[in-house]
């Protein structure tokens, strides 16, 4: 029991930089308070006292503010920073090395009995105010980001976040070296923030990138055709272009009146 506890400690002064000394800890930490009614709870739920575990856990919640039902599984070294809100059901599984945030719920989406709550695997950190519903695993390493809500299971160490819950890409390192000279070019970089987060903005962007890439490549191409074209045939003369410019409907309707205009007055003369 004794080791459990030393272990419970260490873990918080591993993952809590406000965390001064053992005393502190032990006194002040509803995380740690929390954990400690549950194991007592668990093993009455256990033991076939299930009233008697129900009112220990319901005291925890008065008390700390985290809500653990007495059936849930709960692994070694598990830490809960600050707390308040958090609720664990009744077939949560949780591995060991696992950190829960504050309002973190692992919820149920079924009123059917059986397994409706979700497992974590070991080293899973859920940030403040995330949702994970149903009967789904959470691999080992995982991270849910803050006020995330996620319904669908997650492959080991990789990052979840938004609602719905969506798997953040890792950067794709190829498109990556050409999407940063086009930027260059461009006089911006649309990444520094975004770059490892699904936002929408900057993936649209990402794709407008790519695509003004493949755009210069092709220009590029027709520029040395050109060149090549060029020096085959000297005198080859390419028309000169007129102005781009774009203009308003309005100044484009007086142009072509005007251009009507005169071209009506020639014609007069030469009747």
């Known amino acids: 029991m004794f080791e459990r506890l030393k272990e419970d400690i260490d873990c ?11 005393f502190e800890i032990l006194t002040t930490y509803p995380g740690l308070h929390a954990i400690l009614i549950h194991r007592l709870s668990h093993w009455l739920w256990n033991s ?24 849930a599984t709960i692994g070694r070294r598990f ?53 994970v519903l149903g009967p789904i695993e959470i691999g080992a390493g995982a991270r849910i980001g803050s006020n995330a809500v996620v319904v669908k299971a997650v492959p080991p160490g990789t990052t979840v976040v938004g609602v719905p819950g969506r798997l953040v890409e890792p950067v794709d390192t190829a498109n990556g070296v050409h999407r940063e000279r086009i930027a260059q070019k461009m006089g ?40 090549k074209l060029s020096q085959e045939q000297p005198d080859l003369e390419l028309p000169e272009l007129d102005s781009c ?5 309005a100044e484009e309707l007086m142009r072509i009146h005007s251009s009507d205009h005169h071209r009506n007055a020639k014609t007069n003369l030469s009747d």
């Open 245 to 249: 410019e774009i203009a308003s409907t």
């Open 79 to 131: 830490f809960i920073d600050h707390g308040m809100g958090v609720v664990i059901g009744e077939t949560a599984m949780i591995g060991d090395g696992c950190t829960l945030y504050h309002g973190v719920t692992l919820g149920g989406t079924s009123w059917q009995k059986g397994k409706r709550h979700p497992t974590l695997g070991n080293d899973v950190v859920v940030g403040a105010g995330a949702k």
């Open 188 to 227: 911006f970089d649309a990444y520094g923030v975004t770059s490892d987060a699904p936002d929408p903005v900057a993936h649209a962007i990402n794709c407008m990138l790519d695509h003004i890439h493949v755009m210069d490549k092709r220009m590029e191409e027709m520029c040395n055709n050109l060149r």
């Open 12 to 22: 918080v002064f591993e993952r809590d930089p406000a965390a001064r000394n053992a």
């Open 48 to 71: 076939g006292l299930l009233w008697l575990a129900r009112a220990i856990s319901t005291f925890g919640r008065w008390i700390t503010g985290i809500e653990i039902h007495p059936g």
